[in-house]
């Protein structure tokens, strides 16, 4: 069974940074991809970044490439979004999510989602 439980949000100001993790787990050895998406209120899931699990491709939104990292720890099958010089429009839930298979997109078209994590970018 897949579970992704996300953690690691919480307040920061204008230009911090935050470290956000999703344990994976129920995929054993099978190809998969770990997406980060985010929604504020009032607005539409949005696609921030995703990564493979086969050969760890990494695709990144317009709005945060260059400020966020997506990496993975396979010894204990985490995910981790590195925040950086964040904005208050980067503020909202963030989603970890799970697809099988090695196609990767940034639309929320995933199987399986984590409960969410609120980060909120405030002075």
């Known amino acids: 069974q897949v579970q992704l439980v996300e953690s690691g949000g919480g307040l920061v100001q204008p230009g911090g940074s935050l470290r956000l993790s999703c344990s994976v787990s129920?995929?054993?050895?099978?190809?998969?991809?770990i997406g980060w998406f985010r929604q504020a209120p009032g607005k539409e899931r949005e696609g921030v970044s995703y990564?493979?699990?086969?050969?760890?491709?990494?695709v990144y939104s317009d709005s945060v490439q260059g400020r966020f990292t997506i990496s993975r720890d396979n010894s204990d099958n985490t995910v981790y979004l590195q925040m950086n010089s964040l904005k208050p429009e980067d503020s909202a839930t963030y989603y970890c999510?799970?697809?099988?298979?090695?196609?990767?997109?940034?639309?929320?078209?995933?199987?399986?989602w984590g409960q969410g994590t609120q980060v909120t970018v405030s002075s």
């Open positions: 990564i493979s699990s086969k050969d760890q491709t990494t």
């Open positions: 129920g995929f054993g050895r099978d190809y998969h991809i």
């Open positions: 999510a799970a697809r099988w298979g090695n196609f990767g997109t940034l639309q929320p078209r995933y199987d399986y």
